[in-house]
């Protein structure tokens, strides 16, 4: 299985972006699907999730009311909309995908599955 995260770049403090994680499995509808962020000199730390059916879904109180993260089962995959962003929204992003589809869980180990990760740079 591999995850294809991309989307990011450069912006300015209040612009928005996308960012997509392409996901190459047929079993693409068994995964939950989680965005994590690690900024420099900082841990990895789970920001946005989506289970599987996309009937939940989890924020860290940083991007809370600013993200929104989605997944289309027809292309394999999931969105992180990212508004009004800031700059300590700066990181490298990645994706990652749990068997266990039906749970968001918050610990990189939970996950099974990552992509490579992709820049975020907000300017101010």
């Known amino acids: 299985v591999q995850l294809q995260a991309s989307g990011g770049g450069l912006v300015q403090a209040g612009d928005s972006l996308r960012l997509s994680c392409v996901v190459s499995?047929?079993?693409?509808?068994?995964?939950?699907v989680a965005w994590f962020r690690q900024a420099p000199g900082k841990e990895r730390r789970i920001i946005a999730g989506?289970?599987?059916?996309?009937?939940?879904?989890y924020y860290a109180d940083s991007v809370k009311g600013r993200f929104t993260i989605s997944r289309d089962s027809v292309k394999n995959t999931v969105y992180l909309q990212m508004n009004s962003l800031k700059p300590e929204d700066t990181a490298v992003y990645y994706c990652?995908?749990?068997?266990?589809?039906?749970?968001?869980?918050?610990?990189?180990?939970?996950?099974?599955?990552w992509g490579r990760g992709t820049l975020v740079t907000v300017s101010s």
């Open positions: 990652a995908a749990d068997r266990q589809g039906a749970a968001i869980r918050a610990f990189e180990w939970a996950y099974d599955y």
């Open positions: 499995d047929r079993a693409f509808s068994r995964y939950a």
């Open positions: 989506i289970t599987n059916s996309g009937g939940r879904t």
